[in-house]
Each structure stands twice: as C-alpha cells, then as structure tokens.
C-alpha cells in the first residue's frame, strides 16, 4: 500500500498570511488528487493533475505535480477565512482500479 | 452534493450487533467505495464495487462485508459490530473525466458509534 505523508498536519495562520503544504510518497502516481473537507462533511475535489510537472490554478490556490510524479504541492496566496479545512491529498498508482490513496490531512485554520 | 446518499447519518448501536449502511447514487456511476475516517489515519478504503456483484476489498476490510445487487445502491455490513468500527464512514463515487482525469464525489457520511 502506497504511503501519503502530508505535512505540516496542523497549521494556523493570519488572514492575507501566504502558506504551502506537501504531499511526499516513495511511489509513483497516475494522477493526483487534492480535496477540502470541512466540519460535518464529505471531501470536496479542488484539482486533479495527471502530467509530472503540471501547474495548476484555482483562484488564489496553486496546485503542482512533482516532475516524478511522487509528490505535490497547494500553495494558497493571501489565505482567507473561508480556506479553513482539512486538505487532503490522494494518489492513484497505475493499475489500481481507480482505488485513491489518501494522505492523512492538514488541517488549516485562518483567522481574522 | 447531488447524487450521492448516504443513510442513516448518524447511528448508535452495541458491540456485536450487525449494522447496514446505505449508499444510494442517482448518476448511473460505476464505481463506488467505501471508506472510514478517523483521527491520525485520514481516509482509509473498506472495500469498493466496479459494478452490480462486482466489489474487491481494500486496505482495512476485516470485518465489513458488502453487497451491490443494484447500480444504485452500495450496501456496508459490519457483520459484529466492534467499538474500533466506531467511526466516520463515507461513500464516494468516481467521475470519469477524461483519460486518468477522474474525481471522488462523497456522501456527507455516516457517524457510528459502537458502545
């Protein structure tokens, strides 16, 4: 079983604070995945990126695909209240069956 | 989001009692999955169906069995009910969109409580 190690696992910040976090696995994925889930309810989907390398934006959110495929990132510019959540990642190695792989989370607080 | 049910949403029941959780989906997806959450081990796959009486087990299946007799529906059994079955359990089905570009649409989830 393919392992997602999120890091940081809490963080909180300031309002207009800029922050990243990191998805690292030892494996190699066809396509990753990066949701929002917030109290009460099921993760949300926000980007999925298949190409090593890729960059993708969503608003003031930032996604990237590491060049081997075993990592990624979510940077988030000039964070807002309404960012608060837990973030997930998760992978899909090749010949999965579809079956994601989910990283343990990090949850971000943003306060005013 | 539209398309995805589960019931009950919450549920509190005793050790070694069976327990049936419902997944229903409107949109004619064929895959479905099942996962729990808990604090420290983040989403984890209980078993998954790629169509009717198609399902494979994933990562944490001991104790759970599950039943797809229909598109629409994905049943969760936990067979004796145990309090480390105590969880969030969450339904989700898989959006094709494109070659390898696909996402989870989830359930608002089930609250189980084994005492």
């Known amino acids: 079983t393919q392992l997602l190690e999120q890091s940081p696992q809490f963080l909180s910040i300031q309002e207009g604070e800029n922050l990243t976090v990191y998805c690292n696995s030892s494996s190699v994925f066809s396509s990753l995945q990066w949701y929002r889930q917030e109290p009460g309810e099921g993760p949300v989907l926000l980007v999925t990126?298949?190409?090593?390398?890729e960059v993708k934006k969503l608003k003031r959110l930032t996604f990237q695909f590491g060049d081997a495929r075993k990592d990624s990132s979510l940077h988030i510019t000039a964070a807002q209240p309404g960012d608060t959540g837990l973030y997930l990642c998760?992978?899909?190695?090749?010949?999965?069956?579809?079956?994601?792989?989910f990283g343990t989370g990090t949850r971000l607080q943003v306060t005013l | 989001d539209a398309g995805i049910t589960q019931s009950p949403r919450h549920k509190v029941t005793e050790t070694g009692t069976p327990v049936t959780l419902r997944c229903h989906q409107t949109e004619n997806h064929r895959y479905m999955y099942w996962y729990r959450q808990d604090p420290g081990h983040g989403l984890r796959l209980i078993h998954y169906s790629y169509g009717v009486k198609d399902t494979d087990k994933g990562e944490v299946s001991d104790g759970y069995s599950v039943s797809r007799s229909k598109t629409e529906d994905f049943l969760l059994t936990l067979e004796s009910a145990t309090s480390s079955q105590t969880s969030v359990y969450f339904c989700?089905?898989?959006?094709?969109?494109?070659?390898?570009?696909?996402?989870?649409?989830f359930g608002s989830g089930t609250r189980l409580t084994v005492v």
């Open positions: 998760a992978g899909a190695e090749a010949g999965t069956a579809s079956k994601l792989t």
């Open positions: 990126v298949v190409t090593g390398g």
């Open positions: 989700a089905i898989k959006r094709a969109g494109g070659y390898n570009v696909y996402g989870y649409t």
